[in-house]
């Protein structure tokens, strides 16, 4: 398995995966190269994708560098462990399910992490979802050292209104959870 750095070339793949795994108009080509754009800093690029043996993208991991994403209602400043301009964004990760239980993801997490420390942040934020399978996306995280900050509810709603996003597992209208969770680099 490589671990390399998110390129254009990977954009196709990266967005038939994604929304094989979150669900239909979840990504496309704008959103993704607006993600892959706040992910780059410092000529640092903090976001990667798994390649197998048969040159196959199998998985990803998009992460914004600290100070190029916007705080939202989501987020929950005042709870975290370091200031806003020192916290980097977990966007999103995606593991194909012929690869799950290959530690994949544990894998590109840390790709990133060490690239947005290389970027000069000093831990990053995620909204993950609760609903994943046997919860394994908070699972996973927390696992990794993530600390939960706070729970979301219907986090996804306003994408199946505005982008006709659809959820895996409530369909067209999003009532799912997020956990806002924080790891320290």
């Known amino acids: 398995m490589q671990y390399l750095p ?5 954009f196709q793949d990266v967005i038939s995966l994604a ?3 979150h669900g239909e108009n979840y990504m496309d080509e704008q959103s993704l190269t607006k993600m892959y754009q706040q992910g780059i800093k410092h000529d640092i690029n903090a976001s990667f994708v798994a390649i197998n043996d048969q040159n196959e993208l199998v998985g990803f991991r998009l992460s914004y560098a600290a100070d190029q994403w ?10 975290w462990p370091v200031l806003p301009s020192q916290m980097a964004y977990f966007k999103c990760i ?10 994949i993801g544990p894998k590109l997490l840390h790709a990133s992490i060490v690239a947005l420390r290389q970027q000069g942040a000093l831990a990053g934020v995620a909204h993950l979802w609760k ?3 046997g919860n394994g996306a908070v699972k996973y995280f927390t696992k990794a050292g993530g600390e939960l900050i706070k729970l979301h509810d219907n986090r ?7 982008q006709g996003y659809v959820c895996t597992v409530c369909e067209n209208s999003c009532q799912c959870q997020a956990a806002e969770m924080a790891l320290l680099f």
Not at 70 to 79: E, F, R, Y
Not at 156 to 162: G, R, V
């Open 156 to 162: 996804w709603t306003e994408l199946c209104d505005t």
């Open 94 to 103: 995606a593991v194909s399910e012929k690869a799950q239980g290959q530690g």
């Open 6 to 10: 998110l390129e254009h070339t990977h």
């Open 19 to 21: 929304n094989t795994v």
């Open 70 to 79: 916007d705080i939202d209602k989501w987020c929950s400043p005042k709870l």
């Open 131 to 133: 609903q994943s399978p």
